[in-house]
């Protein structure tokens, strides 16, 4: 499976922004997909996180109840919708696929990567 992030960009506090992660090829072996992020000199950390049905959701507390996550089944589509958004947001975010829901806060068992997303968010 190979997935693609976009829809970073510079936003001031209090704005929102939506990213998208359009996934492709062995979508079949996709059972969830997580969003993360990477501020400088931090290591990545799982920020929200969605069923394949899209009928479960996860989320960090740090995001929880301002970002909400979903997928459109329509396109093999997952968003995150970020609202509220915070300096502290500020990170290069990306989407990954796993293959068992159960992992989808596990990093280091994540089948697929998409590139990075950077998200800048002024004060």
């Known amino acids: 499976v190979q997935l693609q992030a976009s829809g970073g960009g510079l936003v001031q506090a209090g704005d929102s922004l939506r990213l998208s992660c359009v996934a492709s090829?062995?979508?079949?072996?996709?059972?969830?997909v997580a969003w993360l992020r990477q501020a400088p000199g931090n290591r990545r950390k799982f920020v929200a996180g969605?069923?394949?049905?899209?009928?479960?959701?996860t989320y960090a507390d740090s995001v929880e109840g301002r970002f909400t996550v979903a997928r459109d089944n329509t396109e093999n589509t997952v968003y995150l919708q970020m609202n509220s958004l915070k300096p502290e947001d500020t990170a290069v975010y990306y989407c990954a696929a796993v293959s068992s829901w159960r992992w989808v806060k596990v990093l280091s068992k994540y089948d697929a990567w998409g590139q990075g997303t950077l998200v800048t968010v002024s004060s």
């Open positions: 090829g062995r979508t079949n072996t996709v059972d969830a």
């Open positions: 969605v069923s394949w049905s899209g009928a479960l959701t």
